[in-house]
T-cell receptor
Framework: KQEVTQIPAALSVPEGENLVLNCSFT??????LQWFRQDPGKGLTSLLL?????REQTSGRLNASLDKSSGRSTLYIAASQPGDSATYLC???????????FGTGTQLKVEL | DAGVTQSPTHLIKTRGQHVTLRCSPI?????VSWYQQVLGQGPQFIFQ???????GRGNFPDRFSARQFPNYSSELNVNALLLGDSALYLC?????????????FGPGTRLTVT
């Protein structure tokens, strides 16, 4: 059974700081890995998708990496802003490609 | 283009009642999945439908059922509601399961069971 862990569970940083969110998983037989952002009480916004054959993806200030051999992914956020405050979830496409398995998320707060 | 839409936004039900949640996928997407997110946890997979057929089912009791219509919209039904069914129910759409493309989520339906 795939288990996904995100560390830290919560993080508070001052504005402008670069930060790294971690996601680890137990089964490397994945199709892809997706990072999402969730604002309180809202749905999920897709940030980055990394296919299993890729090592990283970038979008603006965000960079996500994938290392299947070690069962790890990281989300790097450069020059953090208060608007980045949200919960960040990683999810792996597994089960024959028909379901996402999510971590419990990292709650990020960027302070002025 | 409109994203994934869900209705209603919020819902309050009593234990033992039945509820129907609705989802419309992004135009051109033929696959719809349902997830349950309890407060403080990551979403849990309930169902996936593609071309009106069930393609996957998570570890949920038979009180949960779903269907997909010819226009690819979907309904999630929950019978005999329990307090533990209180959660945010999320719908996601994608082109098709085999494409391994990104899934896009709707805003969710907040269900409260009292």
């Amino acid at each position: 059974k795939q288990e996904v862990t995100q560390i830290p569970a919560a993080l508070s940083v001052p504005e402008g700081e670069n930060l790294v969110l971690n996601c680890s998983f137990t089964d490397s037989a994945i199709y892809n890995l997706q990072w999402f952002r969730q604002d309180p009480g809202k749905g999920l916004t897709s940030l980055l998708l990394i296919q299993s054959s890729q090592r990283e993806q970038t979008s603006g200030r965000l960079n996500a990496s994938l290392d299947k051999s070690s069962g790890r992914s990281t989300l790097y956020i450069a020059a953090s802003q208060p608007g980045d405050s949200a919960t960040y979830l990683c999810a792996l496409l597994t089960g024959g490609g028909n379901k996402l398995t999510f971590g419990t998320g990292t709650q990020l707060k960027v302070e002025l | 283009d409109a994203g994934v839409t869900q209705s209603p936004t919020h819902l309050i039900k009593t234990r033992g009642q039945h509820v129907t949640l609705r989802c419309s996928p992004i135009s051109g997407h033929k696959s719809v999945s349902w997830y349950q997110q309890v407060l403080g946890q990551g979403p849990q997979f309930i169902f996936q439908y593609y071309e009106k057929e069930e393609r996957g089912r998570g570890n949920f009791p038979d009180r949960f059922s779903a269907r997909q219509f010819p226009n690819y919209s979907s309904e999630l039904n929950v019978n005999a509601l329990l307090l533990g069914d209180s959660a945010l129910y999320l719908c996601a759409s994608s082109l098709d399961p085999l494409s391994r493309r990104a899934e896009y989520f709707g805003p969710g339906t907040r269900l409260t069971v009292t």
